[in-house]
């Protein structure tokens, strides 16, 4: 009987340490990272200045990047698809980076970026309801097509106006379909590729944020 009991503990326990050990972000190797979607660059970039400016109109320049892991998606409001899910989706996985850290020191380390490729239509007010309505956190950057080009040039990230027109949205926007990770010393490092998950999403950033920093 006691032979049964100390078996049944045994097994209980070690049940209880998968679980546990399941629920301990692990710092993963960068052939498992890429295995979620993750390419990273040989070395690392640094970033220049861009004439861009937030959602809430002041100018951004790189000591912004400094000390977060930054997630960037070039985009426009009006894009019917990829953008918003793309968004909702990078706001579940900040969500997720806060239940694993508390939010103060998650938000203290990471940032979601959203990048407008539209500058005819995607104004302050516009840039700065669009993400909150993802994310009181994140943040929406615009300027002219020049210096956001400028800027998607540094991450390789392209655009270029559509021509084909649809009735409701008017023009479409072609833009590239990576989220571009940024490091916490303002170095471009890699990008993620679609499909996009929340949880794979959160899990490379805890990755990174044990390799590397912040």
């Known amino acids: 009987m006691r032979n049964a009991v100390a078996l049944v503990c045994i097994f209980l326990l070690a049940v209880a340490g998968m679980l546990w050990l399941d629920q301990t972000p692990k710092q993963l190797g960068m052939s498992e990272l890429k295995s979620l979607g993750l390419f990273t660059l040989p070395e690392p970039r640094e970033i220049t200045d861009s004439l861009l400016l937030d959602e809430a109109g002041n100018p951004f320049d790189v000591k912004r990047f400094d000390g977060r892991w930054s997630f960037i998606f070039f985009g426009y409001t009006r894009c019917p698809d990829i953008c918003p899910v793309t968004m909702s989706i990078l706001g579940q996985a900040e969500r997720l980076m806060e239940a694993e850290q508390g939010t103060e020191q998650a938000n203290a380390s990471f940032q979601g970026m959203f990048v407008s490729v539209d500058p005819e239509r995607d104004d302050q007010d516009t840039m700065k309801a669009y993400v909150e309505a993802f994310s009181p956190t994140f943040i929406g950057l615009i300027g002219t097509g020049a210096s956001v080009r400028s800027f998607g040039l540094q991450l390789g ?23 571009f990770v940024v490091d916490p010393t303002a170095r471009y490092y890699g990008y993620i590729k679609p499909p996009f998950d929340a949880n794979r999403l959160a899990l490379i950033y805890s990755s990174l944020r044990q390799q590397g920093g912040s």
Do not use: M, N, Q
């Open 157 to 179: 990230a392209g655009f270029r106006r559509g021509e084909k027109v649809d009735t409701e949205l008017g023009y479409l926007v072609e833009h590239s379909p990576y989220i």
